[in-house]
Structure formats: C-alpha cells, structure tokens
C-alpha cells in the first residue's frame, strides 16, 4: 500500500466528513436567524472563494483539506452594525447556540446512519456464527471448560448471534469487571461457564489491539484453507526463492504445513530468519530456502513472506446467516447499530481515562490513514464501512466536554444559561488554554502509537 495512496483516500475521508460536520453548524444557524460570514472547508490561504446570497456569505475551499469552520457574526470580535446586532450569536437564545453546537456532530451521526441505512438496505446483513475454533490449552478459555465446536449462544443473558456480538461483547466485559457469562452449546449439550480475568493489567492488556482473543484464548472457527500458494508478489522474499502460485508447501523447517494458517504462523514467529521450505509442483518435491522479510503489525514485528492463499470454498452455509431488510427495517438496523456503537464508544473512552482500557488504542492520522487507503483498495463497501466508523467517532470526541470542541463550548453556554451572565473572559480564556493542551496530549498518544506501530 503506497504512502501516497493512503493520503489521497484519507483527505478524501477527512474533506467529506469535515464537510458535513460544518454543513451541519452552518444549515441549523441559517435556519435559526444567526448571521453567517464565512463557511470553509480546510484552513490556510483559500483555493477558491465565492461571495452569495442576501448575507453575503463567504464560500471558501482552503489549501489545506484537514479541517474547516463556520464563523457567525459575534460581537466579541468586532463591532457589529446595530442593524445585525439581534442576529449576533452572543444575542440569540441559549437554547439556539447550543442547538447550532450540537449540529455538527449531530450531522456526523446522522450522516452514518444514512450510509449504514444505504448499505443494509442494499445487501442486507451477512453475519458469521460464533462458533468456537481452537482453544489453547491451560488459557482462560480453555479453563473456563470452553471447547473447540460450542456455539455462542449468549453473553450474560443477552442473546448473541454473530462472532461481531461476541468480540464486542467480550471487550466490554473484559474492560469493565473482568469477567462474563457465556451460555454455549456443543457435542455434549448446552452448557454455561464463565470467563473470569482477575488481575487488572492483564485485563488492561486484553484491551490492547489484536489481543483479546488470543490473550483469552480462543478463536472462532475457520474453514479450512490448504497449503497452496496463491498470488505470489513480484520480486518478494517467496518470489525471488522460486516460489510461484499453484505450489503446495509440504514442510517448513521439517514441520509439516497442514493448512495455509500453519504457514502463516511459522513464518510470522521468524521475521528475518532463513527458513527452509519443501513443496510440491506438479507431483514433484523440490526443496528451497527463503529469507524472510520483516515487518512491524500492530506493535509486534513478524515475518512475511509476501504471498496468498489460493482461492477457497469460504465458509459453509451453516455458518453464514443472511437477511435481507426492507427499507423501514434497514433504518431501524442502521439506527440501532449507530447507537450500540457509539455508546460503546463511550464506555470505552471513559475507560480508557480511568485506566482500564489500553491508551494503544488511540489511532492518529498515519494509522488513520492506512486504514483508510486499505478499505478503499478493498472496494467500495469497506470504504464506507470505514467512513460510518469515523463519522461517528467524529460526532463522539466532538461531544466530549474539552473547552475547544463543540461539547465544551456547549458547557459553556449551559453555565451562562444558569448563571445568567457571561463567563468572565479570563476563565473563558484558561478553559481553552486546558483543552488545548488536553488535544496536544490526546494527539501526542495517538502521534507515538503510530510511529510505534510503524518503527518500534
């Protein structure tokens, strides 16, 4: 995945969301009577200006797409002729300033509810069936009497019926009070256990990412995939040893490869190391060596070898559940997936101020990025998939209560409200100073986990 690729389909990602974000601000206040001067997406010097309507408003697309602002009419940083005065954001009514703040998440939210809405009405929804792969013996899963073959069949009484339900499940279990009830069935009947993660830290670390699963345990089924190279990168480590696709890996090492996963899994634990492979084409055994590349996932350096799994039967039908929505059906999934979404969210960042939840899952824009040139590379349903993602995460932190995003300023005319005077300009200007420095801190977190993940 090139640098440059992950740039363009993230501006493209930021510009779009960034737009409707401020369209939101800019659409309520017309409506409600407040003046708008200008309305900008991106800062810096402006690319293109355009000057319309009876208020003279100020179109502006700025050099730099990773931003933008509505700027009211406001009598605290200029004079205002006494003509506009009533139309000034510091005369409207509270609740209209607070309605006018609350639009542009608002916008965000909606506007992923409006995709999803597209989507599940579109395709409907196909979900994976949790059912329970391979266990590692003498892991909590494994003590807790899960076996490889039990179904899922619910979280702490709440019915479960997709692997999604269960990861997001778990995490909220494991981030909170460290323990679970699953109700499953299997070869011996239905069953109830009981995961439980006493110690804090290392439940802590199964909120790191990548490391729920496999800290607890367990993995969900998978079909199988035989030991047959597809698509081999040109000029990678597997190519330049006369690796091609069709060739079956026999053995790695003189350890016998099963299933594609098993080459996956020996390769990753040898970044940088010489390995030895025999394999099979067109009946015939040959033997090569391949020196394995290096790369860093997830904070974690592993081997790669740069090649495929050639093309497979997929999951069974037994394990796939399809159902098709109709449009009412279709918004009311997307509404309901929005919110358990975003609540979670929630949840999860308030942990992650108590301590309870990894800071690793901060994701700045390098990480930001790379999602988002994969999804678009993927097609245009994962690519959407990701902007609902983002929009609603946007509409989240803009609700959080720091000074300078809309949730704080949304506190502030909240206090003004009651107090029924303006906050003095000097805890105006402290308040602002601790939310600046609060995003400086936020984004330096999310600024080391990219560069960790990309260089440790």
Do not use: C
Not at 32 to 44: H, M, Q
Not at 173 to 196: F, K, Q, W
Not at 314 to 322: A, D, F, N, V
């Amino acid at each position: 995945m090139s640098f440059m690729w992950s740039l363009l389909w993230f501006v493209v990602a930021v510009g779009l969301l960034v737009t409707v974000h401020e369209f939101g601000h800019f659409w309520v206040a017309r409506r409600l009577g407040f003046k708008v001067l200008r309305f900008s997406v991106g800062f810096g010097k402006p690319l293109f200006k355009r000057v319309a309507g009876a208020d003279a408003v100020e179109y502006v697309l700025a050099a730099v797409p990773l931003g933008g602002y509505v700027k009211l009419l406001d009598e605290r940083e200029g004079p205002v002729p006494p003509a506009d005065l009533a139309r000034s954001f510091t005369r409207r009514p509270h609740w209209q300033r607070i309605t006018v703040l609350l639009a542009g998440p608002a916008f965000n939210i909606g506007f992923a509810i409006l995709v999803l809405w597209g989507m599940l009405w579109l395709n409907g929804t196909t979900e994976l069936r949790p059912q329970v792969g391979d266990v590692t013996a003498g892991s909590v899963a494994a003590e807790a009497g899960l076996r490889s073959g039990d179904d899922i069949r619910n979280l702490d009484g709440n019915p479960v019926t997709s692997q999604r339900e269960v990861v997001f499940g778990l995490l909220d279990a494991m981030s909170s009070r460290g323990e679970v009830a699953l109700g499953v069935t299997g070869p011996g009947g239905s069953r109830n256990l009981r995961l439980v993660v006493a110690d804090p830290a290392q439940r802590r670390h199964l909120t790191e990412p990548a490391e729920l699963m496999r800290g607890l345990g367990f993995q969900f089924w998978l079909p199988p995939m035989p030991p047959v190279l597809g698509p081999v990168a040109a000029d990678g480590p597997a190519a330049r040893a006369g690796l091609a696709a069709g060739d079956r890996l026999v053995s790695i090492n003189g350890t016998p490869m099963n299933d594609f996963r098993d080459i996956v899994a020996f390769v990753n634990a040898h970044p940088g190391e010489r390995i030895g492979v025999e394999y099979s084409r067109g009946g015939v055994l040959h033997s090569v060596q391949v020196q394995v590349g290096a790369e860093e996932v997830d904070g974690r350096r592993i081997g790669r070898i740069h090649v495929a799994p050639a093309p497979g039967k997929g999951y069974p039908p037994q394990m796939l559940r399809h159902t098709d929505l109709s449009p009412g059906g279709a918004l009311l999934r997307a509404g309901q997936e929005a919110w358990n979404m975003t609540a979670l969210q929630a949840r999860l960042f308030w942990r992650m101020v108590m301590g309870r939840v990894s800071l690793k899952n901060l994701s700045g824009p390098l990480s930001i990025a790379e999602y988002a040139g994969d999804s678009a590379e993927a097609g245009v349903a994962p690519f959407l998939g990701f902007l609902v993602l983002i929009s609603l995460s946007l509409g989240f932190l803009n609700l959080l209560p720091i000074p300078i995003l809309d949730g704080g300023q949304i506190v502030f005319q909240l206090v003004e409200w009651m107090k029924g005077s303006p906050l003095s300009e000097r805890a105006q200007v402290f308040s602002q100073q601790v939310g600046i420095a609060l995003l400086i801190v936020l984004m330096g977190i999310a600024l080391y986990n990219d560069f960790a993940r990309q260089f440790s």
